[in-house]
């Protein structure tokens, strides 16, 4: 099935995430968000892993990386 929501990020949205995630002084939740969004990203920079993959690696359902993806491409990340 196609994925509703593409998030692409920006060079700043990603620089961003990767400052959260180097910084690693944030919640434990925020941080596996930033991480999973980081792989989400399918924008020229991003790896674009499978939500599969994502979802393994992070030790969450692909039904909760939907969500932070719906949320981040809705919002902003």
């Known amino acids: 099935m ?3 929501y593409v998030l692409k990020l920006t ?3 990603r620089d961003e995430l990767t400052r959260l995630v180097r910084k690693g ?3 434990g939740w925020k941080l596996q968000r930033a991480q999973a969004l980081l792989k989400c990203d399918q924008g020229p920079g991003g790896p674009a892993w499978p939500d599969e993959r994502i979802a393994e690696a992070f030790g969450v359902t692909t039904r909760s990386l939907e969500s932070w993806r719906k949320r ?3 919002h902003g990340p």
Request: charged share 50%; hydrophobic share 50%; net charge neutral.
């Open 72 to 74: 981040a491409f809705e």
């Open 25 to 27: 002084k944030i919640a």
């Open 2 to 4: 196609a994925k509703k």
């Open 11 to 13: 060079a700043e949205e």
